[in-house]
């Protein structure tokens, strides 16, 4: 096996670790995707609805940081694997549970899982993307976001017609996700031991910004997070309630809308690296937050057809910024990669997990269809990333951190 270098992208990797994050993802998104069912089966109200997912985000929002934080001072290859058994056990108990209380342990056990995985493997996706770290990052997240679309496929094919224990089946594609992590533990503790001494000391000693602006920048990205979490929750978690109600269709039905949403999230974040080296980080930034508002403000007022046509055009869009989103943060604070990506992933499932629960209340206590006319507001957020230091201060950071 071959090791690298901060200079050589390692294609086999980076694919390695997209479809890890894939099946991590394909069993993480189960959960919101058969929300209806599980209202169905065990008789669930909104504001329970909003609990569990609340529970699974925030479950990988608290541990994500604290994951990044200890691998950067200690890196740990066989988290690779090991964090993936507990997404396993997670499934197993959902297949079985029969309350909710049981639910709630489920999504902890499989909020543990993500939460293990994506500081690690966005580490991973940093150090074998040398110069392309864009384009890594893409890669890394496309798998993730194909994984996410395919949720409401399983529903209709899996889980409408087997009910939760269908979830028994993902218990393979956990199985498969530990296989391809031990390979991709075994190049990463490789890339540990050749790594330089040199290149130790130049991240020490490199320059840095001014911590003003390291911290304004944080919070502008951290509120552009906010945006982007808060309203996929919406969609993700609700929007097949408010088709249902709306239009009286069928789960199944419904769920082809998230699932345009989704896919279409899965090519804009594939495209949104290469799309950021034409035109510059920060404007993908702007443009993936802000660009997607008009699609989302018309939205709620579409017919049945122009909404799956605005899911895909506002999914693209949404989505395409969120790998540029990560690697901007990991050039605003060399060194602290896995401290990063774990923040920001877990600020991603936090803040949606957050977000459902008030989405839920409001769906309880007002109505569905006001949710989700209040929640197509906000991208507007993204007016934000006007403020974010132009690309060419982090573009010679980034060069002389190539150079080492």
């Known amino acids: 096996m071959k090791s690298s270098t901060t200079q050589v992208t390692v294609y086999s990797i980076l694919i390695s670790i997209s479809i890890v994050h894939l099946l991590n993802d394909s069993i993480q998104s189960v959960i919101p995707a058969i929300f209806p069912i599980l209202q169905e089966s065990l008789k669930l109200s909104f504001t329970q609805i909003g609990w569990i997912a609340f529970t699974l985000n925030v479950t990988a929002s608290m541990l994500q940081p604290l994951i990044g934080l200890y691998t950067d001072a200690k890196p740990k290859p066989s988290l690779l694997p090991f964090g993936v058994v507990f997404s396993l056990l997670g499934m197993l108990v959902l297949a079985f549970a029969s309350n909710f209380s049981q639910i709630i342990i489920s999504v902890i056990l499989i909020g ?8 690690e493997a966005s580490k991973v996706a940093y150090l074998a993307g040398g110069p392309r770290r864009g384009l890594a990052q893409s890669i890394f997240q496309t798998g993730g976001n194909i994984g996410q679309a395919l949720a409401p496929v399983f529903t209709a094919l899996i889980f409408v017609p ?15 996700a530990i296989i391809v992590q031990i390979y991709v533990a075994r190049w990463y503790r490789s890339y540990i031991k050749n ?21 304004y920048s944080m919070i502008i990205l951290i509120m552009l997070m906010f945006s982007k979490s808060i309203y996929m929750a919406s969609m993700t978690g609700f929007y097949a309630f408010y088709l249902i109600d709306k239009y009286d269709i069928s789960t199944g039905h419904a769920q082809l809308f998230i699932f345009a949403l989704l896919l279409a999230g899965a090519i804009g974040t594939f495209a ?22 008009p699609f989302s403000l018309l939205l709620p007022h579409a017919n049945l057809f122009w909404s799956f046509i605005l899911c895909f055009i506002t999914g693209f ?11 901007y943060a990991q050039e605003l604070l060399p060194g602290k990669v896995g401290t990063v990506s774990g923040l920001f992933f877990g600020l991603a499932f936090g803040l949606g997990g957050l977000g459902s629960v008030v989405l839920g209340t409001l769906a309880d206590h007002i109505s569905i269809i006001f949710t989700i006319q209040i929640c197509s507001y906000l991208p507007l957020i993204g007016l934000l990333a006007k403020f974010l230091p132009k690309d060419e201060v982090l573009t010679i950071r980034t060069t002389n951190n190539m150079k080492a």
């Open 195 to 215: 790594q330089t001494i040199k290149t130790k000391k130049f991240v020490e000693k490199m320059d840095r910004l001014p911590a003003s602006t390291v911290t």
């Open 162 to 176: 087997l009910g939760k224990f269908g979830a028994i089946w993902f218990i393979l594609a956990a199985l498969v």
């Open 272 to 293: 949104g690296g290469p799309i950021a080296d034409k035109i510059g980080r920060r404007n993908m930034i702007w443009f993936s937050i802000l660009g997607s508002a």
């Open 317 to 327: 869009i949404l989505l395409s910024g969120f790998s540029v989103i990560v690697v």
């Open 112 to 119: 543990i899982g993500s939460s293990v995985l994506h500081p």
